[in-house]
Protein backbone atom coordinates (compact mmCIF):
# COMPACT_ATOMS: atom_id res chain seq x y z
CA UNK A 1 0.00 0.00 0.00
CA UNK A 2 1.45 3.47 -0.91
CA UNK A 3 2.08 6.39 1.18
CA UNK A 4 -1.03 7.72 -0.35
CA UNK A 5 -3.42 5.24 0.38
CA UNK A 6 -2.22 5.15 3.87
CA UNK A 7 -2.62 8.55 4.35
CA UNK A 8 -6.22 8.65 2.74
CA UNK A 9 -7.29 6.26 4.80
CA UNK A 10 -6.27 7.38 7.99
CA UNK A 11 -7.97 10.23 7.44
CA UNK A 12 -11.03 8.84 6.39
CA UNK A 13 -11.67 6.17 9.81
CA UNK A 14 -10.44 10.06 11.65
CA UNK A 15 -13.24 11.37 10.10
CA UNK A 16 -15.63 8.87 10.53
CA UNK A 17 -14.46 9.08 13.99
CA UNK A 18 -15.36 12.51 15.13
CA UNK A 19 -18.64 12.53 13.60
CA UNK A 20 -19.54 9.12 15.60
CA UNK A 21 -22.14 9.02 12.63
CA UNK A 22 -23.24 6.02 11.12
CA UNK A 23 -20.94 6.45 7.95
CA UNK A 24 -19.93 4.10 5.19
CA UNK A 25 -15.73 4.79 5.24
CA UNK A 26 -13.37 3.02 2.50
CA UNK A 27 -9.84 2.96 1.65
CA UNK A 28 -7.25 1.14 -0.45
CA UNK A 29 -6.57 0.95 -4.13
CA UNK A 30 -9.08 -0.17 -7.07
CA UNK A 31 -12.28 1.26 -8.16
CA UNK A 32 -14.22 0.31 -5.78
CA UNK A 33 -14.14 0.54 -1.65
CA UNK A 34 -13.00 -2.66 -0.24
CA UNK A 35 -14.38 -2.24 3.26
CA UNK A 36 -17.62 -0.22 5.34
CA UNK A 37 -17.06 1.33 8.98
CA UNK A 38 -20.05 1.66 10.55
CA UNK A 39 -19.97 3.64 14.17
CA UNK A 40 -22.65 3.91 16.94
CA UNK A 41 -23.93 7.17 17.40
CA UNK A 42 -24.88 8.04 20.75
CA UNK A 43 -28.69 8.63 22.08
CA UNK A 44 -28.04 12.73 22.09
CA UNK A 45 -26.76 12.13 18.29
CA UNK A 46 -30.06 10.35 17.59
CA UNK A 47 -32.22 13.60 17.90
CA UNK A 48 -32.87 15.14 14.74
CA UNK A 49 -31.63 12.28 12.34
CA UNK A 50 -33.57 12.58 8.93
CA UNK A 51 -34.73 9.30 7.59
CA UNK A 52 -34.88 9.05 4.27
CA UNK A 53 -37.69 7.59 2.12
CA UNK A 54 -35.19 5.36 0.74
CA UNK A 55 -34.38 3.91 3.56
CA UNK A 56 -38.50 2.84 4.03
CA UNK A 57 -40.43 0.29 1.92
CA UNK A 58 -43.45 1.50 0.95
CA UNK A 59 -43.93 5.35 -0.37
CA UNK A 60 -43.53 7.66 2.09
CA UNK A 61 -42.33 11.65 2.33
CA UNK A 62 -39.10 10.02 5.00
CA UNK A 63 -39.09 10.41 8.73
CA UNK A 64 -37.05 12.17 11.18
CA UNK A 65 -36.21 11.92 15.04
CA UNK A 66 -38.19 14.05 16.83
CA UNK A 67 -36.47 13.36 20.18
CA UNK A 68 -33.81 11.51 21.77
CA UNK A 69 -33.15 10.93 26.00
CA UNK A 70 -31.68 8.38 27.76
CA UNK A 71 -34.31 7.60 30.41
CA UNK A 72 -32.63 6.39 33.98
CA UNK A 73 -33.41 2.64 35.43
CA UNK A 74 -36.88 2.44 37.37
CA UNK A 75 -38.40 -0.10 38.81
CA UNK A 76 -38.15 -3.13 40.41
CA UNK A 77 -38.02 -7.11 40.50
CA UNK A 78 -40.00 -8.18 37.13
CA UNK A 79 -41.41 -4.87 37.07
CA UNK A 80 -37.91 -3.02 36.44
CA UNK A 81 -37.33 -0.59 33.31
CA UNK A 82 -33.57 -0.45 32.53
CA UNK A 83 -31.28 2.28 31.58
CA UNK A 84 -32.52 3.09 27.62
CA UNK A 85 -32.50 5.72 24.98
CA UNK A 86 -36.33 6.84 24.23
CA UNK A 87 -36.46 7.46 20.61
CA UNK A 88 -39.51 9.34 19.29
CA UNK A 89 -39.98 10.32 15.68
CA UNK A 90 -42.59 10.45 13.07
CA UNK A 91 -42.80 9.62 9.02
CA UNK A 92 -44.51 11.58 6.75
CA UNK A 93 -47.17 10.61 4.27
CA UNK A 94 -47.16 11.25 0.43
CA UNK A 95 -50.45 13.00 0.88
CA UNK A 96 -50.13 15.88 2.56
CA UNK A 97 -53.64 16.11 3.93
CA UNK A 98 -52.89 12.30 5.56
CA UNK A 99 -51.73 12.30 9.20
CA UNK A 100 -48.10 11.36 10.13
CA UNK A 101 -47.23 8.02 11.77
CA UNK A 102 -46.36 8.66 15.28
CA UNK A 103 -43.70 6.22 16.32
CA UNK A 104 -41.15 5.13 19.57
CA UNK A 105 -38.23 2.79 19.79
CA UNK A 106 -36.75 2.20 23.36
CA UNK A 107 -33.09 0.97 22.60
CA UNK A 108 -30.97 -0.39 25.75
CA UNK A 109 -27.76 0.12 26.79
CA UNK A 110 -27.31 -3.38 27.23
CA UNK A 111 -28.57 -4.65 24.03
CA UNK A 112 -29.36 -8.68 22.93
CA UNK A 113 -29.08 -7.81 19.32
CA UNK A 114 -32.92 -8.92 19.22
CA UNK A 115 -35.66 -6.32 18.21
CA UNK A 116 -39.43 -6.38 18.85
CA UNK A 117 -42.17 -4.62 17.52
CA UNK A 118 -45.74 -4.20 19.63
CA UNK A 119 -48.78 -4.14 17.99
CA UNK A 120 -51.77 -2.02 19.10
CA UNK A 121 -55.55 -2.59 19.70
CA UNK A 122 -59.05 -1.55 18.05
CA UNK A 123 -58.73 1.50 15.58
CA UNK A 124 -54.96 2.04 17.09
CA UNK A 125 -54.30 5.68 16.92
CA UNK A 126 -51.90 5.68 20.11
CA UNK A 127 -48.48 4.32 20.55
CA UNK A 128 -48.44 1.37 22.89
CA UNK A 129 -45.83 1.13 25.70
CA UNK A 130 -43.09 0.27 24.58
CA UNK A 131 -40.94 -0.40 27.78
CA UNK A 132 -43.79 -2.51 28.70
CA UNK A 133 -45.07 -5.94 28.20
CA UNK A 134 -46.24 -7.86 25.70
CA UNK A 135 -50.00 -8.49 25.45
CA UNK A 136 -50.48 -10.94 28.31
CA UNK A 137 -47.01 -11.27 29.78
CA UNK A 138 -45.79 -12.90 32.62
CA UNK A 139 -45.86 -10.57 35.61
CA UNK A 140 -42.67 -12.95 37.52
CA UNK A 141 -40.56 -12.70 34.30
CA UNK A 142 -38.59 -9.43 33.09
CA UNK A 143 -40.14 -7.19 30.87
CA UNK A 144 -38.48 -7.17 27.01
CA UNK A 145 -36.52 -4.35 27.65
CA UNK A 146 -34.95 -5.98 30.42
CA UNK A 147 -34.29 -8.75 28.43
CA UNK A 148 -32.34 -6.25 26.13
CA UNK A 149 -34.95 -6.04 23.51
CA UNK A 150 -34.40 -2.79 21.22
CA UNK A 151 -38.62 -2.58 21.23
CA UNK A 152 -40.73 -0.34 18.85
CA UNK A 153 -44.39 0.58 17.89
CA UNK A 154 -46.28 3.03 16.13
CA UNK A 155 -50.00 4.63 16.39
CA UNK A 156 -50.16 3.21 12.93
CA UNK A 157 -50.85 6.62 11.21
CA UNK A 158 -52.91 8.99 12.65
CA UNK A 159 -53.35 10.31 16.34
CA UNK A 160 -56.89 9.49 18.12
CA UNK A 161 -59.10 11.61 19.81
CA UNK A 162 -61.50 11.42 22.65
CA UNK A 163 -62.89 8.38 21.49
CA UNK A 164 -59.42 7.33 21.61
CA UNK A 165 -59.42 3.09 20.11
CA UNK A 166 -62.77 3.85 18.55
CA UNK A 167 -61.76 6.81 16.82
CA UNK A 168 -61.83 5.85 13.13
CA UNK A 169 -62.60 9.50 11.55
CA UNK A 170 -58.73 8.66 10.15
CA UNK A 171 -61.26 6.46 7.51
CA UNK A 172 -61.86 9.69 5.29
CA UNK A 173 -58.35 9.84 4.35
CA UNK A 174 -57.18 6.96 1.88
CA UNK A 175 -53.84 6.99 2.81
CA UNK A 176 -54.25 7.26 6.48
CA UNK A 177 -56.80 4.06 6.18
CA UNK A 178 -54.00 2.57 4.18
CA UNK A 179 -51.66 3.22 6.46
CA UNK A 180 -53.75 1.43 9.05
CA UNK A 181 -54.74 -1.72 7.25
CA UNK A 182 -51.42 -2.39 7.19
CA UNK A 183 -49.01 -0.13 5.70
CA UNK A 184 -47.67 1.86 8.52
CA UNK A 185 -46.88 -1.60 10.00
CA UNK A 186 -43.67 -1.69 7.37
CA UNK A 187 -43.25 1.77 7.05
CA UNK A 188 -42.70 1.72 11.67
CA UNK A 189 -40.00 -1.12 10.64
CA UNK A 190 -38.07 0.27 8.72
CA UNK A 191 -37.75 3.29 9.95
CA UNK A 192 -37.23 1.13 13.37
CA UNK A 193 -34.58 -0.64 11.83
CA UNK A 194 -32.50 2.03 10.17
CA UNK A 195 -32.33 3.97 13.69
CA UNK A 196 -31.66 0.55 15.23
CA UNK A 197 -28.66 0.28 12.91
CA UNK A 198 -28.01 3.62 13.81
CA UNK A 199 -27.72 3.25 17.63
CA UNK A 200 -25.96 0.22 17.76
CA UNK A 201 -23.90 -0.40 14.65
CA UNK A 202 -25.57 -3.40 13.44
CA UNK A 203 -28.88 -4.90 12.19
CA UNK A 204 -30.84 -6.83 14.59
CA UNK A 205 -29.93 -10.89 14.63
CA UNK A 206 -33.42 -11.59 15.53
CA UNK A 207 -36.51 -9.54 15.09
CA UNK A 208 -39.98 -10.44 16.55
CA UNK A 209 -43.78 -9.12 16.62
CA UNK A 210 -45.84 -9.47 19.41
CA UNK A 211 -49.38 -7.57 19.49
CA UNK A 212 -52.88 -8.88 20.06
CA UNK A 213 -56.55 -7.79 18.85
CA UNK A 214 -55.65 -5.45 15.81
CA UNK A 215 -52.20 -6.19 17.25
CA UNK A 216 -52.53 -9.91 16.50
CA UNK A 217 -54.08 -9.44 12.76
CA UNK A 218 -50.42 -6.54 12.40
CA UNK A 219 -48.72 -9.62 13.98
CA UNK A 220 -50.33 -11.97 11.15
CA UNK A 221 -50.12 -9.63 8.74
CA UNK A 222 -46.25 -8.64 8.94
CA UNK A 223 -45.27 -11.91 8.63
CA UNK A 224 -47.61 -12.31 5.45
CA UNK A 225 -46.50 -9.61 3.78
CA UNK A 226 -43.18 -9.10 4.85
CA UNK A 227 -41.76 -12.17 5.39
CA UNK A 228 -38.24 -11.58 5.15
CA UNK A 229 -38.66 -9.13 8.26
CA UNK A 230 -39.26 -11.36 10.99
CA UNK A 231 -38.32 -14.42 12.77
CA UNK A 232 -41.37 -14.98 15.08
CA UNK A 233 -44.20 -13.53 15.96
CA UNK A 234 -46.80 -13.65 18.86
CA UNK A 235 -50.32 -13.26 18.43
CA UNK A 236 -53.24 -13.37 21.07
CA UNK A 237 -56.70 -13.11 20.44
CA UNK A 238 -56.08 -11.83 16.25
CA UNK A 239 -58.54 -10.25 14.51
CA UNK A 240 -56.78 -11.71 11.54
CA UNK A 241 -60.17 -11.65 9.27
CA UNK A 242 -60.52 -8.39 10.93
CA UNK A 243 -63.52 -6.89 7.99
CA UNK A 244 -65.41 -10.13 8.71
CA UNK A 245 -65.28 -9.89 12.69
CA UNK A 246 -66.56 -6.88 12.25
CA UNK A 247 -69.54 -8.21 10.05
CA UNK A 248 -70.06 -10.27 12.67
CA UNK A 249 -70.17 -8.00 15.26
CA UNK A 250 -72.68 -5.69 13.37
CA UNK A 251 -74.72 -8.91 13.28
CA UNK A 252 -74.85 -8.98 16.84
CA UNK A 253 -75.29 -5.16 17.68
CA UNK A 254 -78.40 -5.64 15.13
CA UNK A 255 -79.64 -8.43 17.74
CA UNK A 256 -78.91 -6.11 20.89
CA UNK A 257 -80.91 -3.56 19.26
CA UNK A 258 -84.07 -4.54 19.16
CA UNK A 259 -86.97 -3.93 21.52
CA UNK A 260 -86.36 -5.93 24.98
CA UNK A 261 -83.01 -7.66 23.30
CA UNK A 262 -80.42 -6.04 25.43
CA UNK A 263 -79.62 -7.69 28.55
CA UNK A 264 -78.90 -5.64 31.34
CA UNK A 265 -76.09 -6.54 33.95
CA UNK A 266 -78.14 -8.69 36.07
CA UNK A 267 -79.23 -10.53 33.82
CA UNK A 268 -75.68 -11.18 32.34
CA UNK A 269 -74.94 -12.58 35.67
CA UNK A 270 -77.84 -14.79 35.49
CA UNK A 271 -76.85 -16.17 32.21
CA UNK A 272 -73.40 -16.54 33.44
CA UNK A 273 -74.64 -18.38 36.44
CA UNK A 274 -76.94 -21.11 34.34
CA UNK A 275 -73.47 -21.54 32.01
CA UNK A 276 -71.59 -22.74 34.69
CA UNK A 277 -74.02 -25.03 36.37
CA UNK A 278 -74.65 -26.81 33.25
CA UNK A 279 -71.23 -26.46 31.74
CA UNK A 280 -67.93 -25.81 34.92
CA UNK A 281 -67.86 -29.78 35.87
CA UNK A 282 -67.89 -30.65 32.05
CA UNK A 283 -64.00 -30.65 32.41
CA UNK A 284 -64.01 -32.93 35.35
CA UNK A 285 -63.60 -29.86 37.66
CA UNK A 286 -65.93 -27.25 39.43
CA UNK A 287 -63.33 -24.60 39.42
CA UNK A 288 -65.51 -21.62 37.82
CA UNK A 289 -64.16 -22.14 34.42
CA UNK A 290 -65.26 -23.75 31.07
CA UNK A 291 -62.91 -25.69 29.58
CA UNK A 292 -65.01 -28.28 27.76
CA UNK A 293 -66.46 -25.72 25.68
CA UNK A 294 -67.40 -27.57 22.30
CA UNK A 295 -69.21 -29.33 25.22
CA UNK A 296 -71.22 -26.86 26.25
CA UNK A 297 -71.88 -25.16 22.76
CA UNK A 298 -73.71 -28.30 22.28
CA UNK A 299 -75.56 -28.95 25.54
CA UNK A 300 -76.07 -25.88 26.46
CA UNK A 301 -79.61 -23.70 25.58
CA UNK A 302 -80.73 -20.62 27.47
CA UNK A 303 -84.61 -21.32 26.60
CA UNK A 304 -84.38 -24.71 28.61
CA UNK A 305 -81.75 -24.57 31.19
CA UNK A 306 -82.22 -23.94 34.73
CA UNK A 307 -80.98 -21.17 37.02
CA UNK A 308 -80.46 -23.01 40.91
CA UNK A 309 -83.55 -25.28 39.93
CA UNK A 310 -85.66 -22.87 38.18
CA UNK A 311 -86.17 -21.95 34.49
CA UNK A 312 -84.29 -19.42 33.07
CA UNK A 313 -86.63 -18.49 30.62
CA UNK A 314 -88.92 -15.87 32.36
CA UNK A 315 -92.58 -17.44 32.26
CA UNK A 316 -93.88 -17.23 29.03
CA UNK A 317 -90.76 -15.49 28.01
CA UNK A 318 -92.15 -12.02 29.40
CA UNK A 319 -89.45 -9.70 30.87
CA UNK A 320 -90.25 -10.10 34.40
CA UNK A 321 -87.37 -10.31 36.63
CA UNK A 322 -83.40 -9.66 36.79
CA UNK A 323 -83.24 -13.63 37.07
CA UNK A 324 -84.46 -14.33 33.92
CA UNK A 325 -84.19 -14.12 29.92
CA UNK A 326 -87.16 -13.12 28.06
CA UNK A 327 -87.55 -14.28 24.80
CA UNK A 328 -86.19 -11.05 23.02
CA UNK A 329 -82.48 -11.40 25.05
CA UNK A 330 -82.60 -14.57 24.40
CA UNK A 331 -83.16 -14.87 20.45
CA UNK A 332 -80.19 -12.14 20.60
CA UNK A 333 -77.81 -13.65 23.03
CA UNK A 334 -78.49 -17.14 20.64
CA UNK A 335 -77.83 -14.85 17.41
CA UNK A 336 -74.56 -13.66 18.84
CA UNK A 337 -73.52 -17.11 19.79
CA UNK A 338 -74.72 -18.52 16.22
CA UNK A 339 -72.53 -18.03 13.00
CA UNK A 340 -73.02 -14.88 10.47
CA UNK A 341 -73.26 -15.93 6.91
CA UNK A 342 -72.74 -12.49 4.81
CA UNK A 343 -75.19 -11.66 2.15
CA UNK A 344 -72.64 -11.13 -0.13
CA UNK A 345 -68.67 -12.53 -0.91
CA UNK A 346 -65.96 -10.19 0.36
CA UNK A 347 -62.96 -9.55 -1.92
CA UNK A 348 -60.63 -11.50 0.27
CA UNK A 349 -62.42 -14.42 0.14
CA UNK A 350 -64.41 -14.97 3.53
CA UNK A 351 -68.20 -14.94 3.14
CA UNK A 352 -68.67 -15.48 7.03
CA UNK A 353 -67.49 -15.27 10.99
CA UNK A 354 -68.22 -18.20 13.28
CA UNK A 355 -70.24 -16.61 15.80
CA UNK A 356 -68.80 -16.32 19.89
CA UNK A 357 -68.84 -18.49 22.48
CA UNK A 358 -71.02 -16.67 24.90
CA UNK A 359 -71.90 -19.92 27.01
CA UNK A 360 -69.75 -19.04 30.09
CA UNK A 361 -68.51 -15.80 29.22
CA UNK A 362 -68.56 -12.60 30.97
CA UNK A 363 -70.42 -10.64 28.98
CA UNK A 364 -69.91 -7.07 31.50
CA UNK A 365 -71.26 -8.31 35.15
CA UNK A 366 -71.30 -5.00 37.12
CA UNK A 367 -71.85 -6.95 40.29
CA UNK A 368 -67.94 -8.21 40.07
CA UNK A 369 -65.71 -5.80 41.68
CA UNK A 370 -62.04 -6.39 40.10
CA UNK A 371 -59.64 -4.03 39.18
CA UNK A 372 -60.29 -5.44 35.32
CA UNK A 373 -64.02 -5.35 35.25
CA UNK A 374 -64.96 -2.02 34.41
CA UNK A 375 -62.56 -3.24 30.96
CA UNK A 376 -64.28 -6.57 30.84
CA UNK A 377 -67.29 -4.47 30.66
CA UNK A 378 -66.02 -1.93 27.77
CA UNK A 379 -64.82 -4.88 25.79
CA UNK A 380 -68.00 -6.54 25.88
CA UNK A 381 -72.13 -5.49 26.14
CA UNK A 382 -71.01 -2.45 27.64
CA UNK A 383 -74.25 -0.64 29.71
CA UNK A 384 -76.20 1.04 26.89
CA UNK A 385 -78.64 -1.18 24.12
CA UNK A 386 -77.04 0.13 20.71
CA UNK A 387 -78.94 2.68 19.26
CA UNK A 388 -78.76 5.92 16.09
CA UNK A 389 -76.79 7.95 17.28
CA UNK A 390 -74.87 5.36 18.93
CA UNK A 391 -74.01 5.78 22.69
CA UNK A 392 -70.03 5.95 24.17
CA UNK A 393 -71.44 3.01 26.34
CA UNK A 394 -73.03 0.80 24.33
CA UNK A 395 -71.08 -2.37 23.26
CA UNK A 396 -67.36 -1.60 21.96
CA UNK A 397 -68.33 -4.10 18.58
CA UNK A 398 -71.11 -1.36 18.02
CA UNK A 399 -69.53 1.75 18.60
CA UNK A 400 -66.46 0.27 16.08
CA UNK A 401 -69.01 -0.64 13.71
CA UNK A 402 -70.89 3.14 14.35
CA UNK A 403 -66.87 4.45 13.28
CA UNK A 404 -66.68 2.11 10.20
CA UNK A 405 -69.62 2.41 8.20
CA UNK A 406 -69.47 6.36 9.07
CA UNK A 407 -66.03 7.22 8.06
CA UNK A 408 -64.63 4.18 6.04
CA UNK A 409 -67.31 2.45 4.42
CA UNK A 410 -69.87 5.40 3.46
CA UNK A 411 -68.24 8.33 4.56
CA UNK A 412 -71.38 9.87 5.47
CA UNK A 413 -71.47 10.43 8.99
CA UNK A 414 -75.04 10.94 8.73
CA UNK A 415 -75.19 7.49 8.04
CA UNK A 416 -77.36 5.26 10.41
CA UNK A 417 -75.44 2.28 11.41
CA UNK A 418 -78.82 0.07 12.34
CA UNK A 419 -79.87 -0.07 8.80
CA UNK A 420 -77.05 -1.94 7.42
CA UNK A 421 -77.59 -5.84 7.44
CA UNK A 422 -74.36 -7.80 6.63
CA UNK A 423 -76.69 -11.02 6.02
CA UNK A 424 -78.44 -9.45 2.98
CA UNK A 425 -77.12 -7.69 -0.24
CA UNK A 426 -75.93 -4.79 -0.01
CA UNK A 427 -75.00 -1.83 -2.31
CA UNK A 428 -72.04 -1.22 -0.06
CA UNK A 429 -70.60 -4.49 -0.35
CA UNK A 430 -67.55 -2.75 -2.64
CA UNK A 431 -66.65 -0.97 0.28
CA UNK A 432 -66.42 -3.45 2.62
CA UNK A 433 -64.52 -5.52 -0.23
CA UNK A 434 -61.99 -2.76 -0.15
CA UNK A 435 -61.47 -3.20 3.51
CA UNK A 436 -61.19 -6.55 3.18
CA UNK A 437 -58.32 -6.46 1.09
CA UNK A 438 -56.54 -4.57 3.88
CA UNK A 439 -57.55 -6.45 7.35
CA UNK A 440 -58.52 -9.97 6.19
CA UNK A 441 -55.29 -11.75 6.43
CA UNK A 442 -54.36 -14.72 4.19
CA UNK A 443 -52.58 -17.57 5.76
CA UNK A 444 -50.90 -17.83 3.51
CA UNK A 445 -47.76 -17.60 5.16
CA UNK A 446 -45.02 -19.72 3.09
CA UNK A 447 -42.06 -17.12 2.69
CA UNK A 448 -42.29 -17.01 7.16
CA UNK A 449 -42.53 -20.86 7.35
CA UNK A 450 -39.61 -21.18 4.76
CA UNK A 451 -37.10 -18.99 6.31
CA UNK A 452 -37.72 -21.05 9.62
CA UNK A 453 -40.64 -18.62 11.34
CA UNK A 454 -41.92 -19.65 14.44
CA UNK A 455 -45.76 -18.22 14.97
CA UNK A 456 -48.00 -18.47 18.59
CA UNK A 457 -50.90 -18.28 18.48
CA UNK A 458 -53.40 -17.95 21.99
CA UNK A 459 -56.73 -16.86 22.62
CA UNK A 460 -59.07 -16.72 25.50
CA UNK A 461 -62.12 -19.60 24.75
CA UNK A 462 -64.63 -16.22 26.34
CA UNK A 463 -63.86 -13.90 23.97
CA UNK A 464 -66.74 -11.90 22.63
CA UNK A 465 -65.27 -9.33 20.59
CA UNK A 466 -62.76 -11.54 18.87
CA UNK A 467 -63.86 -14.97 18.71
CA UNK A 468 -61.59 -17.53 19.52
CA UNK A 469 -63.55 -19.91 16.54
CA UNK A 470 -62.04 -17.61 14.26
CA UNK A 471 -58.33 -18.08 15.67
CA UNK A 472 -59.34 -22.24 15.53
CA UNK A 473 -60.19 -21.24 11.62
CA UNK A 474 -57.09 -19.67 11.05
CA UNK A 475 -55.00 -22.66 12.64
CA UNK A 476 -57.05 -25.23 10.89
CA UNK A 477 -56.52 -23.75 7.42
CA UNK A 478 -52.90 -23.74 8.44
CA UNK A 479 -52.93 -26.99 8.46
CA UNK A 480 -54.88 -27.98 5.05
CA UNK A 481 -52.83 -25.75 3.49
CA UNK A 482 -49.09 -27.32 4.73
CA UNK A 483 -50.38 -30.38 6.81
CA UNK A 484 -50.38 -31.10 10.16
CA UNK A 485 -46.58 -32.41 10.85
CA UNK A 486 -45.70 -29.25 8.81
CA UNK A 487 -47.41 -26.92 11.08
CA UNK A 488 -46.04 -28.82 13.75
CA UNK A 489 -42.65 -27.74 12.53
CA UNK A 490 -43.87 -23.70 13.11
CA UNK A 491 -47.05 -22.94 14.91
CA UNK A 492 -49.15 -23.57 17.96
CA UNK A 493 -52.33 -22.45 18.98
CA UNK A 494 -53.54 -22.59 22.24
CA UNK A 495 -57.22 -21.91 23.67
CA UNK A 496 -57.11 -20.52 27.30
CA UNK A 497 -60.49 -21.02 29.31
CA UNK A 498 -61.79 -18.48 30.97
CA UNK A 499 -60.24 -15.80 29.50
CA UNK A 500 -62.18 -13.17 27.54
CA UNK A 501 -60.84 -10.51 25.53
CA UNK A 502 -57.41 -9.42 26.77
CA UNK A 503 -58.35 -9.52 30.35
CA UNK A 504 -61.01 -11.83 32.61
CA UNK A 505 -61.92 -11.41 35.97
CA UNK A 506 -62.34 -15.33 35.40
CA UNK A 507 -59.01 -16.39 34.64
CA UNK A 508 -56.67 -13.34 33.75
CA UNK A 509 -54.41 -15.22 31.74
CA UNK A 510 -50.87 -14.95 31.48
CA UNK A 511 -48.04 -16.38 29.94
CA UNK A 512 -44.31 -16.29 28.95
CA UNK A 513 -44.65 -16.58 25.38
CA UNK A 514 -41.68 -14.22 24.81
CA UNK A 515 -39.29 -17.21 26.61
CA UNK A 516 -40.93 -19.50 24.33
CA UNK A 517 -40.41 -17.87 21.31
CA UNK A 518 -36.96 -17.44 21.95
CA UNK A 519 -35.69 -21.05 22.62
CA UNK A 520 -37.74 -22.38 19.34
CA UNK A 521 -36.90 -19.39 16.93
CA UNK A 522 -33.14 -19.59 18.38
CA UNK A 523 -32.35 -23.03 19.53
CA UNK A 524 -34.75 -24.78 18.12
CA UNK A 525 -36.97 -26.14 21.20
CA UNK A 526 -40.60 -26.45 20.89
CA UNK A 527 -43.17 -24.90 22.77
CA UNK A 528 -43.53 -28.24 25.62
CA UNK A 529 -45.88 -28.06 28.85
CA UNK A 530 -46.65 -24.45 28.68
CA UNK A 531 -48.59 -22.98 31.78
CA UNK A 532 -50.65 -20.21 31.88
CA UNK A 533 -51.22 -18.35 35.16
CA UNK A 534 -54.20 -16.37 36.59
CA UNK A 535 -53.42 -13.14 37.82
CA UNK A 536 -56.76 -11.93 39.37
CA UNK A 537 -59.63 -14.43 39.95
CA UNK A 538 -57.44 -16.65 41.91
CA UNK A 539 -54.02 -14.92 41.79
CA UNK A 540 -51.24 -17.54 41.37
CA UNK A 541 -53.70 -20.67 40.25
CA UNK A 542 -52.20 -22.42 36.85
CA UNK A 543 -53.93 -24.23 33.95
CA UNK A 544 -51.55 -25.95 31.25
CA UNK A 545 -52.04 -24.97 27.44
CA UNK A 546 -52.85 -27.27 25.34
CA UNK A 547 -51.89 -27.91 21.78
CA UNK A 548 -55.17 -27.48 20.06
CA UNK A 549 -57.60 -28.92 19.61
CA UNK A 550 -57.15 -30.50 23.30
CA UNK A 551 -58.10 -28.33 26.36
CA UNK A 552 -57.14 -29.30 29.89
CA UNK A 553 -59.30 -32.20 31.96
CA UNK A 554 -58.74 -32.41 35.59
CA UNK A 555 -57.19 -35.63 36.14
CA UNK A 556 -59.36 -36.39 39.29
CA UNK A 557 -57.01 -35.80 42.15
CA UNK A 558 -54.27 -32.98 43.36
CA UNK A 559 -54.60 -29.17 43.60
CA UNK A 560 -57.63 -27.75 40.98
CA UNK A 561 -55.45 -24.57 40.98
CA UNK A 562 -52.34 -26.18 39.78
CA UNK A 563 -51.91 -26.95 35.90
CA UNK A 564 -50.43 -30.36 36.99
CA UNK A 565 -53.58 -31.46 38.03
CA UNK A 566 -54.81 -31.40 34.69
CA UNK A 567 -53.92 -33.12 31.15
CA UNK A 568 -55.02 -32.05 27.90
CA UNK A 569 -57.78 -34.21 26.46
CA UNK A 570 -59.44 -34.17 23.11
CA UNK A 571 -62.87 -35.40 24.89
Known amino acids: MNAMNVLVRKRLSLSCMAAALLTACGGGGGAGLPFLVYLPRSCAQLAGIEIPASAIGLPSSGGTVTAANVVAPSGTGAAAVPEHCLVSGSISPVDAAAPKILFRVALPTSWNTKALMVGGGGFDGSIPNVVGNVPNGPTDRPLPLARGYAVFASDSGHQAGAKGSLDGSFG ?22 FLIKARYAAAPTKSYFAGGSTGGREALQSIQRWPGDWDGAIAWYPAWNQASAMLGGQKATLALSRPGAYPSAPKRLALFQAAMQACDALDGATDGLVSNQNACDASFDPATATLNGAPLRCPDGADTADTCLSDAQIEALKAMNGPARFGFALAS ?20 TTAVQPTVTFLNLGSSQPANPMPTTAPYISQQLDQVLKNIITRDLAFNPLSFNPESASPLAERWGVLSR ?48 RVDSFARYYEVPGLGHAVSSQFNGTWDSLTALEQWAEAGVAPKAQVTRDTVGVPGRTRPLCDYPTWPRYSGSGDVNAAASFTCASQ
Open 438 to 485: MIDQSTDISGFVERGGKLLLAHGLQDVLVSSRATADYYTRLVRQFGQA
Open 349 to 368: GETGYPGYNVWGADLGIASI
Open 172 to 193: LNDEALRNWGGDALKKTHDAAA
